[in-house]
């Protein structure tokens, strides 16, 4: 079945960038996201990509997706300590109706 | 801005015990899901409910569980018997379309 994979951990001085990595096996993917989980929080969206795009922006963020390696990528320039979270790559399949195929999370640290 | 709520936000049960867990949808969304992510292992996609019926379960979705919209608002998962591995944090998530599901902030179900 599908499979998603992230690191696990990943630490950054405030003002760099992060970046987040996801790779997946189903290439039928339409729609790759990226959540955002605080400290006894649900799944914030953070962004979405269709899988026809290379790159999304939004404001500090940046989603390259790389469909020949299957790898999606979420930047976050100019990090902040409250970016401080686990980021879940997600990708959703089926048509229809969908459901999302979720990766480990990344712990994400940021140190001031 | 409109969220997805979800109560209790922490329920404790015996084995073999009935819960229901409850979920209030973004008001004008149509497609509803439940997920649950057990301690330290991935979100994993439990059902999907569009147009008053399931659309797709997963395979641990099994005659254990079932879902129900009872009114226009509520959303609710039950387990019927539960068994020590249901522990686990459960996630409503609904959307307007198929393709941007917004989570609640989930339910702790613990069972003793």
């Known amino acids: 079945g599908e499979d998603v994979e992230q690191s696990l951990f990943l630490s950054v001085r405030e003002g760099d960038s992060s970046v987040i990595n996801c790779t997946y096996t189903d290439s039928s993917s339409t729609y790759l996201y990226w959540y955002k989980q605080e400290p006894g929080a649900g799944l914030q969206l953070l962004t979405y990509?269709?899988?026809?795009?290379d790159m999304k922006q939004d404001q500090r963020l940046t989603v390259l997706l790389n469909k020949k390696d299957k790898h999606l990528s979420l930047r976050i320039a100019d990090t902040q300590t409250g970016d401080s979270a686990i980021y879940f790559c997600?990708?959703?399949?089926?048509?229809?109706?969908?459901?999302?195929?979720f990766g480990t999370g990344t712990r994400l640290k940021v140190l001031a | 801005e409109p969220e997805v709520t979800q109560t209790p936000s922490h329920q404790v049960t015996q084995m073999g015990q009935e819960v229901i867990l409850r979920c209030v949808p973004i008001?004008?969304?149509?497609?509803f899901y439940w997920y649950r992510q057990i301690l330290g292992q991935k979100v994993e996609f439990l059902v999907s409910?569009?147009?008053?019926?399931?659309?797709?379960k997963s395979e641990i979705f099994d005659d254990q569980f079932s879902v129900e919209r009872p009114d226009g608002s509520n959303f609710t998962l039950k387990i019927r018997s539960t068994k020590l591995e249901d522990s686990a944090m459960y996630f409503c998530?609904?959307?307007?379309?198929?393709?941007?599901?917004?989570f609640g902030p989930g339910t702790r179900l613990t069972v003793t």
């Open positions: 990509i269709f899988s026809n795009m």
């Open positions: 409910f569009y147009n008053n019926e399931i659309s797709e």
């Open positions: 008001s004008n969304h149509l497609y």
């Open positions: 998530a609904s959307s307007r379309t198929a393709y941007e599901q917004y």
């Open positions: 997600a990708v959703g399949l089926g048509s229809g109706t969908y459901k999302y195929i």
